[in-house]
């Protein structure tokens, strides 16, 4: 009979600090979200302790939540094709480049990072505004005589998600792209592949964690994202995280606001669990790191 492993404490030492931090900082906050849901909502800023679902009846009931969660969705999905359509290519050029110092490269994209996510959302109101940079160009060579309205609108919004999370889509392709041994496409162009069959076959394929990550934090980012509706889109544009932010904020309506939150951490959970399933999380905290 095999003799039983004793116990080694440990690893459990050592993970201690790590597994403290989850639990205060993240396993508490959901768990006092989740009860918080459940409290009512008397007056303005007012919240009375109780046990009731009317919160969650409400969500589960009113149309406007459902289409705003469809909405959510929707923009996310929109952006995260965009972002795989546009992202991949610079990925490509930074990973084939013979360029010496590609360092410089990599640098140039994180180094919108170092400035505030809003100043760079509302760096496009001088840039597609009436009085911005595309009119004033599209006037003086006398294209137009009026400027062209492109501003507060759905279009202004996926441009300006796509402004901030492209970086994070070149990024993950970049490094899957980085792993792949340069040897493969042209030992598929000797079996008679041209440059395009060769890609398609062996490249592409390779890449697709990466491409795959990049989809999960652009999706994931755009559907939590609030700020960039409320400076660019006009008042039909709200994003689910719109609703929270007005629940919270606006209406002062905290058990609401929780239990808004709660549903879109729980929906986002799901995709991420999804994507976990079928692909795993190794190319995503490849990339990250």
């Not at 951490?265 to 490849?286: A, D, E, H, P, T």
Request: glycine share 6%; hydrophobic share 55%.
């Amino acid at each position: 009979m095999a003799k039983a492993t004793a116990f080694d404490p440990r690893p459990w030492y050592l993970l201690s600090p790590a597994l403290l931090a989850i639990a205060f900082l993240v396993i508490a906050p959901m768990c006092f979200i989740l009860v918080y849901s459940f409290y009512i909502n008397v007056d303005l800023g007012v919240d009375e302790v109780a046990f009731q679902f009317g919160n969650w009846q409400d969500l589960l009931t009113d149309s406007y939540y459902h289409h705003a969660i469809w909405k959510t969705f929707r923009m996310a999905i929109i952006v995260t094709v965009l972002a795989a359509l546009l992202g991949y290519i610079p990925a490509y050029f930074i990973a084939h480049t013979n360029f010496r110092r590609k360092w410089l490269l990599l640098l140039l994209l994180i180094l919108p990072f170092w400035v505030s996510f809003i100043i760079r959302t509302m760096s496009w109101i001088h840039i597609m505004g009436n009085q911005g940079a595309i009119n004033g160009v599209l006037i003086w060579l006398g294209l137009t005589d009026e400027p062209i309205s492109m501003m507060y609108n759905e279009f202004a919004v996926i441009v300006g998600f796509i402004h901030v999370f492209l970086p994070y889509m070149i990024l993950n392709v970049y490094v899957s792209l980085e792993g792949i041994d340069r040897n493969l496409e042209p030992a598929a162009r000797t079996l008679g592949c041209t440059p395009w069959q060769a890609f398609r076959e062996v490249t592409l394929p390779l890449s697709l964690p990466g491409l795959a990550a990049g989809s999960l934090l652009v999706f994931v980012l755009t559907a939590g994202s609030y700020v960039t509706p409320i400076i660019l889109g006009g008042p039909n544009d709200f994003l689910f995280g719109n609703l929270i932010y007005d629940a919270v904020v606006s209406e002062l309506n905290w058990p609401m606001g929780a239990t808004l939150s709660f549903t879109l951490l729980f929906l986002l959970g799901l995709v991420v669990v999804i994507y976990s399933r079928f692909m795993g999380l190794n190319q995503l905290y490849k990339a990250l790191s």
